[in-house]
C-alpha cells in the first residue's frame, strides 16, 4: 500500500514536473506566441490522438450541449496559452508563472457564477494576499513598462484558465481526461488556422525540435498524467501538490535560461503560494 502511495505521488509530482516546463520552453522558442499556440496544439492532438486510438477511448460526443461545452472550454484554453506566452515574451518565467498563479483565488470568485456558492470573507482575505504579492512582482506600475505588461498578460490567462476550469468541471465526470484534451487540442488548432496567413512562421524548421517537445512533454505527457493522477488523489490534493510548479519553473529557467530572481519575486510569489495553499486546504475541510 506504502509503495502505491509513492508510485501514484510520483506520478503527479512528474506530470507537474513536464508541465512546468512551459515556461522555459516558451522563452527559447522564436517564433510568435500564436503560431507556437497553433503547433503546440497540433501535434500535441495528433499524440493525445493516437494515446485516445491505443486505450480504445470512445471519441463519440454524448449532446450537443456537450459539443458547445467542449469548443467554448478549447477557446478558452487557447486564449490562455496564447496570453500566457505573450507574458512570458515580456517579462520572465518566473514573474509570468507566479502570476498566472492567481487562478486558484479567481476561480473561487467566479464559482459563486456557476454555482450557488457564496464568497466568504476568507476569499477576500486571500484576494488581498494576492494583490499584494503580485504588487511585490510589478518593477513599475506603467502601461510602459514591459515586465508590468507581462504580469497583466499573465493575470488574464489566469482568469481564462479559471473559467475553462469551471466550464469543464460537468465534462470531466462523464468524459475521459485525455479525449477532453484532445478536442480542446483540435478546437484551438482549428481557431488559429487564420494565423497561418499572418503569423511568422519562417524559422518552424529549426524551431520544429522545441515544437514537438512541448507538445509532447508538456502537453501531452503532463497533462495526461496530471489528469491519471486524478483517479488516486482528490482535485484538492492534487492541486496542493502542483502548487509546486511555479517553484519547479522557476528551478528550470535559472537551470537552462540563467534567470535569477530577485528578492521580491521570492516575497510575492512566496504569498501568491501562501494563498494557493491556505485555500486548498481550506477547500479539502
Known amino acids: 500500500m506504502q509503495n502505491s502511495h509513492i508510485k501514484n ?74 496570453t500566457y506566452f ?27 457564477f456557476f454555482s450557488k456558492k457564496k464568497i466568504s470573507k476568507i476569499h477576500v482575505i486571500l484576494a488581498f494576499l494576492v494583490i499584494i504579492g503580485v504588487s511585490l512582482l510589478v518593477p513599475e506600475f506603467s502601461l510602459e513598462n514591459n515586465y508590468f505588461q507581462g504580469i497583466l498578460l499573465a493575470i488574464l490567462s489566469a482568469f481564462f484558465y479559471a473559467v475553462r476550469n469551471l466550464m469543464v468541471k460537468e465534462d470531466v465526470k462523464k468524459y475521459n481526461g485525455s479525449l477532453l484534451m484532445f478536442y480542446q487540442m483540435m478546437v484551438i488548432s482549428v481557431l488559429l488556422i487564420p494565423t497561418l496567413f499572418f503569423s511568422d512562421f519562417s524559422n518552424i524548421k529549426s524551431q520544429l525540435p522545441l515544437l514537438v517537445l512541448v507538445a509532447l512533454l ?23 501538490i502542483s502548487s509546486i510548479q511555479p517553484i519547479f519553473g522557476i528551478i528550470i529557467a535559472y537551470i537552462f535560461v540563467n534567470e535569477i530572481p530577485n528578492f521580491n519575486t521570492f516575497i510575492g510569489g512566496s504569498l501568491i503560494l501562501l494563498t494557493v495553499v491556505v485555500e486548498s486546504v481550506r477547500s479539502k475541510k
Open 9 to 82: 505521488l510520483s506520478v503527479l509530482l512528474l506530470g507537474t514536473l513536464c508541465i512546468s516546463t512551459s515556461g522555459v520552453l516558451g522563452k527559447y522558442i522564436q517564433m510568435p506566441a500564436e503560431a507556437i499556440i497553433l503547433c503546440r496544439a497540433f501535434l500535441a492532438a495528433i499524440l493525445i490522438g493516437i494515446f485516445c486510438k491505443i486505450k480504445n477511448i470512445d471519441f463519440t460526443i454524448q449532446s450537443t450541449k456537450d459539443k458547445r461545452s467542449f469548443f467554448i472550454g478549447g477557446f478558452l484554453m487557447g486564449a490562455h496559452w496564447v
Open 86 to 112: 505573450y507574458a512570458l515574451k515580456l517579462s520572465n518565467v518566473a514573474l509570468a508563472m507566479l502570476s498566472i498563479y492567481t487562478y486558484p483565488i479567481i476561480t473561487a470568485f467566479l464559482e459563486p
Open 218 to 240: 508538456t502537453t501531452a505527457i503532463g497533462h495526461t498524467l496530471m489528469v491519471n493522477s486524478l483517479k488516486h488523489f482528490s482535485a484538492t490534493t492534487a492541486s496542493i
